[in-house]
């Protein structure tokens, strides 16, 4: 069984040196910072993220689960990603199960083993079974806004807290 969605410290403190080293421009594979507004306050919310290439299109995924920064992503549905100068400002659609779980399978083959342990299925389980899997672990396709091409990254108010 997976264990739960609390990310442990040293994944919390590997994401700060990350954070740090990205801002700097250093490349860490796939790996790039994540900006989207909080969903109540509009503050700008920053995580590193790594970005799957599937098939020419790529997406993001929460392997701990409804996080914040996946709350917010869902009420803005754009966000940018930098990589120390480079900053893309993209859109996000968030995936059915059906539609992520190709995808997630072709992620967890390439996922370190501690990442590995948040999911119930692993690279080698049927299709069927990441689908069932799939809703705990959020999936968003990116998609480069054009220059001179405004995304609302803002959504009104609501209950919920920022991260």
Do not use: C
């Not at 692993?122 to 091409?149: C, K, N, W, Y």
């Amino acid at each position: 069984m997976a264990t739960t969605f609390r990310p442990p410290l040293f994944i919390r403190l590997g994401n700060a040196l990350t954070t740090m080293l990205l801002r700097r421009g250093v490349r860490m594979g796939t790996n790039t910072l994540l900006t989207v507004p909080g969903r109540k306050s509009g503050l700008p919310r920053t995580t590193p993220v790594t970005v799957i290439e599937h098939d020419g299109r790529r997406y993001i995924q929460s392997p701990f689960g409804d996080v914040d920064w996946v709350r917010n992503l869902r009420a803005a549905s754009a966000a940018t990603l930098t990589r120390g100068r480079n900053v893309e400002s993209v859109s996000a659609t968030e995936l059915s199960p059906e539609e992520a779980a190709p995808i997630l399978k072709h992620a967890l083959a390439m996922a370190p083993a501690p990442i590995r342990s948040y999911y119930e299925v692993t690279a080698d389980s049927p299709l069927e079974a990441i689908v069932q899997e799939a809703p705990r672990h959020p999936m968003f396709e990116l998609r480069t806004v054009p220059d001179g091409h405004p995304v609302s990254t803002h959504s009104a108010p609501s209950a919920r807290a920022d991260s």
